[in-house]
């Protein structure tokens, strides 16, 4: 992959991106939710329990999501997407605002996962989700526009298991390198300022504060140590992980700031405390639109990135409602303005139109819209699970490895 330069652009975001247990080897099937309201299908239909169409709306949505997803115009009255879904369907959203991946799985499932309705989960969170059974699958065929989902997100592997669909895809996104260019003069080529131990900015340097982050250092050494035999970054045997920790435990000595939080990334760019470190797309944009010195780039070893989808809980008290949300946020005029106001991508490529028309050359040059080749490049946040996803079978790391070693990585 060759190093790619995000544009400046006119931004017109204003608030927040976004921001273990050992998974099952056998994933459960999750039981798509009905009630009285909803038409199960018929005998012929093998005992599914999916519904077969949507029923009136229990009045009522509870969510769980990334700042910035379920926006009511309260922070922006040009950004608003739930007044008219609560005005056309009856459903009054209350919304829950998660930090981190781990934080949403731990709230889907308290109270027997009865509390939420629904989660915008990324795919380090959605397979733990799928695997635990606490989501449902869902019919798409109730969903008239995911006939305009991208190809590669119709059925990836952090939602759809076995054919079965667990949501409909959201918004798509890189973690990009960003830099300060009063401190970074010239356009890195490759992320070893941020790894390798000369790096001259050592102390200005930031990075993800979660176990899928040891993925990053896969990444990087997939191109630097191919000895080491790394085809997936979140497929790792014990030597290849334990090659990752090593890696991650020299950038340790080297970051001025973990961030998790993406306020945090932001105030150290902003104060000149950080110079350089992965981000999402959103940082990049918000601290551009205050004039701050900042660019970011896709390196030659390529990126990690996110790809979230909207599930629905086993055991969610109001699923019509979740049906309807999860149809509305597939209309390609509610995800062009969900894309412009967060800073991602909209996995409907009925939307670059409106996306285009809104921000111009951004819609294709930041933010790839409808790019089939560029998203193939991203290396998706998914589930670590014990099967290698090839002739090694069960040789690989779960994700519960991961998070102890990221606990061993951070010392604490």
Known sequence: MTTRRFGEREVRMKFPLRLGAALMVVLLLAAACG??????????????????????????????????????????????WVTPFE????????????????????????????????????????????????????????I???????????????????????????LWGPNVLMYNTDVVTETPTSWDITWEADSPYTGKITAYDSPIFIADAALYLKAHNPDLGITDPYELTTEQLDAAVELLKQQ?????????????????????DLAVGTAWPYQVNVLQSDKKPIEAVIPEEGATGWADTWMMSSNAPHPNCMYLWMEYTMRPEVQEKAAEWFGGTPSSSAACPALKEAIGESAETVYHCGDETFLSEISLWKTPLPDC????????????????KWTEIRGS
């Not at 169409?53 to 009522?60: A, D, P, Q, V, W």
């Open 252 to 272: 340790s000595s080297m970051v001025g700031r973990y961030w998790a939080a993406y306020s945090d990334e932001i105030d150290g760019f902003a104060s000149g």
């Open 144 to 170: 008239p526009g995911y006939a305009d989902v991208m190809e590669s997100l119709q059925e990836p592997p952090h939602n759809t298991v076995d054919g079965k669909h667990y949501g409909v895809p959201y």
């Open 389 to 404: 996803g090839d002739d090694r079978g069960e040789e690989c790391m779960d994700y519960s490895i991961w998070t102890q």
């Open 87 to 142: 005005e056309e369907t009856g459903c009054k959203i209350n919304v829950k605002y998660g930090d981190t991946s781990d934080e949403m799985v731990t709230s889907m499932r308290q109270g027997g996962g009865a509390l939420y309705d629904g989660v915008s989960a990324s795919g380090d969170a959605s397979n733990r989700l799928i695997a635990g059974g606490d989501v449902a699958e869902v019919n798409i065929d109730l």
């Open 35 to 80: 009630n009285d309201d909803k038409k199960e299908s018929d005998d012929s239909d093998a005992g599914s329990s999916l519904p077969t169409e949507i029923g009136e709306g229990e009045g009522e949505l509870d969510l769980i999501a990334w700042s910035g997803y379920v926006e009511d115009g309260s922070n922006d009255p040009n950004y608003d």
